[in-house]
């Protein structure tokens, strides 16, 4: 049975690991400072995605499943999560950049965006500042109505 929760700090050690696992950027990456949610069997991490907070709009990063368990469903598990948390959490937008993932956000919703589009908040962030490449694909998903 896999369960979905809140991450503590104690689970650094090993979503720093799936990062590496997956590739990905773990360099400024601290549980205590993202909203994480964590996909468990037992005790064992199997899979993660982070909210940067924004006011009312989040980065989506940090998205990472276990090797072994890619193609299985659970990485489209962990974000239909994270946005049910997103919507708890009362957030109008989130925003992701991707290198490899864009068809698999796209099934989720998400659109692509140009990034001067993108809350000025969430551009000024290490992720699109520095961490993913300008090459890196923006995309949106609105959770809220905009308004005018």
Same mark, same amino acid.
């Given at each position: ?42 005790? &064992?991490?199997?899979?993660? %995605?982070?909210?940067?907070?924004? #006011? ?7 998205? !990472? $499943? =276990? ?48 990034? &001067?589009?993108?809350?000025? %908040?969430?551009?000024?962030?290490? #992720? ?7 090459? !890196? $694909? =923006? ?10």
């Amino acid at each position: 049975m896999i369960d979905f929760i809140k991450l503590a700090p104690s689970y650094q050690p090993q979503a720093l690991s799936l990062l590496t696992e997956n590739g990905l950027p773990s360099e400024d990456f601290d549980i205590s400072s993202f909203h994480v949610i964590g996909a468990l069997s037992e005790k &064992e991490l199997l899979a993660m %995605a982070a909210l940067e907070l924004y #006011e009312e709009h989040a980065l989506l990063r940090s998205v !990472a $499943v =276990c090797t072994d368990r890619h193609k299985t469903g659970l990485g489209t598990c962990i974000i239909k999560e994270m946005i049910k948390e997103s919507q708890k959490l009362n957030l109008s937008k989130l925003v992701v950049l991707t290198e490899t993932a864009e068809g698999f956000f796209n099934k989720l919703g998400f659109k692509v965006t140009d990034r &001067e589009k993108v809350p000025n %908040a969430v551009r000024q962030s290490k #992720e699109f500042q520095h961490i993913c490449p300008a090459s !890196a $694909v =923006c995309m949106t998903l609105q959770l809220k109505k905009e308004t005018d």
